[in-house]
C-alpha cells in the first residue's frame, strides 16, 4: 500500500522549535521529489518546502525567512522538516505529499501558542 | 504564480453537471513541453486526494464524471453528474511548474 506517515507535531511555545518526519512505504521514494504541505485551521494548502529526489537540492517558500529545513534520508524512506523560531502564524497541519500530489499523509498538527 | 478560482462557492443540483474555473497569473507550460496543473478534492478532516494530473490525466479510482481541461493560464474541472459525495467537499486547482508550487483558493460545492 501506498502510504505517508507524518509525526513529530504538537504543541509548542512561540520561539520553539519542532522536527517533523514523514516515512514513506509503497513506491519509490527515493525517486520522488517531496514537499510539506500546509494548512493553517480554516484556510487553503500552502506548499512551503520541497526538495528534490536524491537531496541535492532545496526550495523554500519566500515568507518562511530561512527558519525551516526539509531534508531527507533516503535509505530510511524518511523526509523530515525542521522548523526553528515557530510563531503562531506557523500554526496549521502539516502535510507530507510527493511534489506532484500523487500521493498525501494524514497529518500531523502543529499548534503554537 | 498566483491561482485564481471561481467560484468560490459552487451551488450544484445532484445529477446535473457543474464547473470549477482556475486561472494562474502567468503560464503553465513548463520548459520541458508540460503543463503541471493538477485538482485535489479534500473532503472535511481529510487530506487532500488528487483527482487530475497534468491538466486532463485522471489518477487511478477517480470517477470518469471527473474531466480537466484547459491550457496556458485557463483550466477548469467539470463533474459531468453531480453526486452526493461530491457535495460538500472543497476543490483546489494546483500548480507545480514554478517554484513555489502554489494553490487556488479552494471551491466548495454545496446544494
Known amino acids: 500500500e501506498v502510504q505517508l506517515v507524518e509525526s513529530g507535531g504538537g504543541l509548542v511555545q512561540a520561539g520553539g522549535s519542532l522536527r517533523l518526519s514523514c516515512t514513506a512505504s509503497?513506491?519509490?521514494?527515493?525517486?520522488?521529489?517531496m514537499s510539506w504541505v500546509r494548512q493553517p485551521p480554516g484556510k487553503g494548502l500552502e506548499c512551503v518546502a520541497t526538495?528534490?529526489?536524491?537531496?541535492?537540492?532545496?526550495y523554500y517558500v519566500d515568507s518562511l525567512k530561512g527558519r525551516f529545513t526539509i531534508s531527507r534520508d533516503n535509505a530510511n524512506s524518511s523526509l523530515y522538516l525542521q522548523m526553528n523560531s515557530l510563531t503562531a502564524e506557523d500554526t496549521a497541519v502539516y502535510f507530507c505529499?510527493?511534489?506532484?500530489?500523487?500521493?498525501w499523509g494524514k497529518g500531523t498538527t502543529v499548534t503554537v501558542s | 504564480v498566483v491561482m485564481t478560482q471561481s467560484p468560490l462557492s459552487l451551488p450544484v443540483t445532484l445529477g446535473q453537471p457543474a464547473s470549477i474555473s482556475c486561472r494562474s497569473s502567468?503560464?503553465?507550460?513548463?520548459?520541458?513541453?508540460?503543463?503541471?496543473l493538477n485538482w485535489v478534492q479534500q473532503s472535511p478532516g481529510q487530506s487532500p486526494r488528487r483527482l487530475i494530473y497534468?491538466?486532463?490525466?485522471r489518477d487511478s479510482g477517480v470517477p470518469d464524471r471527473f474531466s480537466g481541461s484547459g491550457s496556458g493560464t485557463d483550466f477548469t474541472l467539470k463533474i459531468s453528474r453531480v453526486e452526493a459525495e461530491d457535495v460538500g467537499v472543497l476543490y483546489y486547482c494546483?500548480?507545480?511548474?514554478?517554484?513555489?508550487?502554489?494553490f487556488g483558493q479552494g471551491t466548495k460545492l454545496q446544494i
Open positions: 497534468k491538466v486532463s490525466n
Open positions: 526538495i528534490k529526489s536524491d537531496g541535492s537540492q532545496e
Open positions: 502567468q503560464s503553465l507550460v513548463s520548459s520541458d513541453g508540460n503543463t503541471y
Open positions: 509503497g513506491f519509490t521514494f527515493s525517486y520522488s521529489w
Open positions: 505529499a510527493t511534489s506532484g500530489g500523487a500521493v
Open positions: 494546483m500548480q507545480y511548474t514554478h517554484w513555489p508550487y502554489t
